[in-house]
């Protein structure tokens, strides 16, 4: 009854001031003026947080991809450990035996691209699968994906025409070679000794034969090969927003990333040794000896 009687009392007091000309509300309205002030510091607000957004989101891509890594090392280990020679990485078949098989992707991954879709490097027949999925042809193979893996760009010097002219042009590394990683071969074409002559590091190498395990590269992001072969000038943009800056796995089964910006072979202690070296990572096995290739 008394919410009635009030509810009545307030009503008759709006018709009252309607009446005498009054607002029956004085709620203030925004002025154009504070309205493009409050819509101009929400696109302030959104400039400042999208690119510490965008950073958020590349680190938490280059963890999963450090994480991936991570996975194929322990592969790696579990396939040396039964390796009669006890060989850093799984020598495919065929690996070495033509131009067109050089070694760096055919250790595991998905079906790929021209010589990666080959019957040779199918799923089930690239041996490091084995380790990691059995005999299950349905995986995703997403352990062999890097999460912002992109096509390699073009620069002065491409290591590999494949990803520039051939059957990889404008497509992810994943798609077309079946793996995002590739395995460091470290073979001098460039120096005194022709291409098909010596390995300098882990492949076709035994670990036993690896001088500094926690510090040689095993395997990388492809697009740091672009970044190995042209001056550090040129600078070569990781898949993680961060220039001249990859992931790699070492041959102890850890991952980090390095920086790497041009080959050299400065400060190598025999000139007929490719001794490529960063502060905190190498893809040489100096002093091991070159192990011979098999053409």
Not at 122 to 148: A, M, Q, V, W
Not at 185 to 194: K, L, R
Not at 228 to 233: R, V
């Amino acid at each position: 009854m008394w919410y009635t009687v009030s509810v009545m009392r307030r009503r008759l007091s709006v018709a009252v001031r309607v009446v005498h000309g009054e607002a029956p509300f004085a709620a203030p309205a925004f002025t154009l003026l504070e309205l493009l002030v409050v819509i101009a510091i929400i696109a302030l607000l959104i400039a400042i947080l999208l690119p510490s957004l965008a950073t958020s989101r590349a680190e938490g891509h280059k963890a999963v991809c450090l994480a991936n890594m991570r996975g194929l090392g322990q592969a790696f280990s579990m396939y040396s450990d039964d390796d009669a020679s006890g060989l850093t990485s799984p020598i495919h078949p065929k690996a070495e035996t033509t131009w067109i098989y050089d070694g760096e992707y055919e250790y595991g991954g998905k079906t790929g691209l021209g010589v990666f879709a080959n019957a040779d490097f199918i799923t089930e027949n690239r041996i490091l699968n084995r380790y990691l999925y059995g005999t299950n042809k349905l995986s995703s193979f997403d352990i062999y994906r890097c999460p912002t893996d992109q096509p390699i760009p073009v620069a002065p010097i491409n290591f590999e025409p494949f990803f520039i002219t051939g059957e990889g042009r404008n497509k992810t590394v994943f798609d077309s070679a079946g793996t995002s990683y590739r395995l460091n071969n470290h073979i001098d074409f460039v120096g005194t000794t022709p291409y098909t002559q010596y390995f300098y590091g882990p492949y076709f190498r035994p670990k036993t034969r690896v001088p500094s395990t926690s510090q040689t590269v095993l395997l990388e992001e492809t697009v740091a090969e672009v970044a190995k072969w042209n001056t550090p000038s040129w600078g070569t943009s990781g898949w993680h927003r961060k220039m001249n800056i990859f992931n790699v796995l070492f041959v102890d089964g850890h991952a980090a990333p390095i920086r790497l910006a041009g080959q050299t072979s400065a400060g190598s202690p025999d000139p007929t040794y490719w001794y490529l070296r960063g502060d905190d990572w190498r893809m040489d096995c100096w002093p091991d000896k070159p192990i011979r290739d098999r053409p």
